[in-house]
């Protein structure tokens, strides 16, 4: 199993709340990205990073926004959570780029905006 | 436009009983082609990554195929059991830069009855 970690698995918060998903790994890979994660849907890229003080934007716009201060934490906050924002999300990462390795996903973390 | 498509969408099957996932890509320039299990909640696991050469990669019960002419991989499961009930996620790579990026399918919703 891979040693990426994410927390909370689950989290149910009123609209307007400011909030932090957790994500590290201890593989010490450079590369990390987080996926957004509807049911039935295909995952989005959201956001990576490809090493300390590296970050851009995915495929996907979000109103989250990341930070990558060490290389095995990549969190991702949402300065004012909305019922929008309700959906499954993964980080991953990766030793090289992602197009050539194989990627490593946490368990992932359900938000529900109330 | 760069896409991935699997069917069925969701298939039912006995313990016991041998399936096929199909997965068809517009992926281009391709780099490589992974199946993953996501079991419901978690995150996904990589089964296998096929590159251009290979056409069959095998991992335990699992055996991807790929032809590479037509753009389509399979996924084959043999002697299926509970603990495959899951989703199996196609996923094609590019190699359009030197970053590459992830295509994702929709997913098989596999369930196994006892």
């Known amino acids: 199993e891979a040693d990426i970690y994410q927390t909370p698995r689950y989290l149910v918060i009123g609209t307007g709340k400011k909030i932090t998903l957790e994500c590290s790994q201890t593989m010490g890979h450079d590369k990390m990205y987080w996926y957004q994660q509807d049911p039935g849907m295909e995952l989005h890229l959201i956001h990576y990073s490809y090493g300390v003080n590296s970050t851009e934007k995915g495929d996907l716009s979000s109103e989250s926004t990341v930070s990558r201060i060490r290389t095995e934490h990549f969190p991702l906050t949402l300065e004012s959570a909305r019922p929008s924002h309700t959906s499954q999300y993964l980080c991953?990462?990766?030793?090289?780029?992602?197009?050539?390795?194989?990627?490593?996903f946490g368990q992932g973390t359900r938000l529900t905006v109330v | 436009k760069n896409q991935v498509e699997q069917s069925p969408q969701s298939l039912i099957i006995l313990e016991g009983k041998n399936c096929t996932l199909q997965?068809?890509?517009?992926?281009?320039?391709?780099?490589?082609l992974r199946w993953y299990k996501q079991d419901t909640g978690r995150g996904p696991v990589s089964l296998t990554i096929m590159t251009f050469s290979e056409n069959t990669k095998s991992n335990g019960r699992y055996t991807a195929t790929l032809d590479a002419d037509t753009k389509q991989s399979s996924l084959h499961i043999t002697a299926s059991q509970l603990s495959d009930s899951a989703s199996y996620i196609c996923?094609?790579?590019?190699?359009?830069?030197?970053?590459?990026?992830?295509?994702f399918g929709r997913g098989t919703q596999l369930t196994v009855w006892p």
């Open positions: 996923v094609v790579s590019d190699r359009g830069s030197t970053l590459g990026r992830l295509y």
């Open positions: 991953a990462s990766s030793e090289h780029f992602v197009g050539q390795s194989e990627a490593f």
């Open positions: 997965c068809n890509y517009t992926v281009s320039p391709f780099s490589n």
